[in-house]
């Protein structure tokens, strides 16, 4: 299986995908981390794919998605964006609306 198939799969199978350098519970990067605590801040149950396993899963999903930076995230099979957009998005509290809208359940909040 190519990387683009893997990275196709990954997006079909999960409705919320985080390609992400590192693991979600040992992030690469401060970008990666940063993804991952708005994520896990919100409760949004996810797929963390590492990039860093080969050289071509991580040029594969700049490719894939036309983006060239890392992390990139996936709702529902649509590309996000990266750390800025995902960020930007929540601080707007536009990211807990489109996870919503997308029926992505988020945990309760006090």
Known sequence: MTAKDQIAEAI?????????KGTPQFPQCGFSGQVVQILD??????????????????????????WPTIPQLYVKGEFIGG???VREMFQAGELQSHLKSAGVALKQTA
């Open 12 to 20: 079909a199978s999960n409705d919320v995908v985080l390609f992400l």
């Open 41 to 66: 801040h919100l409760g949004v149950p996810y797929a963390g794919v590492n990039v860093l396993q080969s050289d071509e899963m991580r040029q594969g999903i700049k490719e894939f998605s036309n």
């Open 83 to 85: 750390c800025d957009i």
